[in-house]
């Protein structure tokens, strides 16, 4: 998977598998993985304007994650 470096907040970088529906974001904290995304979201997210609000409000909040790192 081909992590884009992103910035704002605790967000290092993210990456998105879209057969699986996968998406993974590291932060300074550790690196979690979030099932269930869709496309949709990751492209929303990997371009918005603010990544870190995005992340927050919409991914953090909405989707179940594992710790993978």
Do not use: C, H, N, Q
Not at 16 to 42: C, I, K, M, N, Q
């Amino acid at each position: 998977m081909e992590m884009k470096r992103l910035s704002g907040g605790s967000l290092r970088a993210a990456g998105y598998d879209e057969r699986a529906r996968t998406l993974v974001v590291e932060l300074t904290s550790g690196t979690l993985e979030y099932s269930g995304v869709p496309g949709e979201v990751w492209r929303r997210f990997s371009t918005a304007s603010s990544p870190w609000s995005y992340y927050r409000d919409t991914i953090d909040e909405e989707y179940s994650s594992k710790r993978i790192r």
